[in-house]
């Protein structure tokens, strides 16, 4: 099994990313159409193309996620003699079960604001804007 790189985990949000900027084009196009009176059945379509796309990215994105946590759990801290601390798995467990749980609220809250903001329409918009902003900042989690 091949290991995980920077470069793939930034191709895979990027993919996720570059659709969700042509979906939210799509948006405006057909809100556009749809203000002059226009068939707006194109954007329909290329709207539902693009989710299937984004669909596939997402799963790519996880797929490589999940390679990332299968290398991680390859890694083994340990002390210079071989031991590791007594407390230490038990600390890390908790470190993750904490972090990934104030994630989930934290991504939540942006989902609701967002949508308090901008509605159904406008929320993806606004997610995808903190999503770029939030990469850079998970990224240098992984940089160290």
């Given at each position: 099994?091949?290991?995980?790189?920077?470069?793939?985990?930034?191709?895979?949000?990027?993919?996720?990313?570059?659709i969700n900027?042509?979906?939210?084009?799509?948006?405006?196009?057909?809100?556009?159409?749809?203000?002059?009176?226009?068939?707006?059945?194109?954007?329909?379509?290329?709207?539902?193309?693009?989710?299937?796309?984004?669909?596939?990215?997402?799963?790519?994105?996880?797929?490589?996620?999940?390679?990332?946590?299968?290398?991680?759990?390859?890694?083994v801290e340990?002390?210079?003699?071989?031991?590791?601390?007594?407390?230490?798995?038990?600390?890390?467990?908790?470190?993750?079960?904490?972090?990934?749980?104030?994630?989930?609220?934290?991504?939540?809250?942006?989902?609701?604001?967002?949508?308090?903001?901008?509605?159904?329409?406008?929320?993806?918009?606004?997610?995808?804007?903190?999503?770029?902003?939030?990469?850079?900042?998970?990224?240098?989690?992984?940089?160290?």
């Open positions: 099994m091949a290991k995980v790189s920077q470069r793939d985990i930034s191709k895979a949000y990027d993919a996720v990313a570059n900027k042509v979906m939210l084009a799509n948006i405006d196009k057909y809100k556009a159409a749809k203000a002059a009176g226009k068939d707006t059945k194109k954007y329909m379509d290329i709207a539902r193309q693009l989710t299937a796309k984004r669909k596939k990215a997402e799963a790519e994105m996880e797929r490589v996620i999940a390679m990332l946590d299968r290398d991680a759990e390859l890694v340990a002390n210079a003699d071989g031991t590791i601390s007594p407390d230490e798995d038990r600390k890390r467990e908790k470190l993750i079960k904490d972090s990934v749980k104030n994630l989930k609220k934290l991504v939540d809250d942006i989902k609701r604001q967002a949508y308090k903001i901008g509605g159904t329409f406008r929320s993806p918009g606004i997610r995808h804007e903190i999503h770029k902003h939030l990469k850079n900042v998970v990224n240098d989690l992984i940089r160290g």
